[in-house]
């Protein structure tokens, strides 16, 4: 998992590193949802789609 580049999308979102860091995964769905689904296929610092992919696994087996 790269939270390097989950980070840095969420700094591209306006979101501030304490907020970041305070996120639950949930969290950062919702902004992914509002904000970054969007973009299409343009990704921060180095996620990649199986990164994106990974992060959805982890929601659905019920991670926060």
Do not use: C, H
């Not at 990704?43 to 789609?49: D, E, F, H, I, R």
């Amino acid at each position: 998992m790269d939270w390097n580049g989950l980070y840095l999308w969420a700094r591209q979102w306006g979101i501030q590193p304490g907020e970041f860091w305070d996120m639950t995964l949930s969290e950062w769905w919702a902004e992914w949802e509002s904000k970054g689904a969007n973009q299409g296929e343009q990704y921060a610092g180095k996620l990649t789609q199986a990164d994106v992919d990974e992060l959805l696994e982890w929601t659905k087996n019920g991670a926060t």
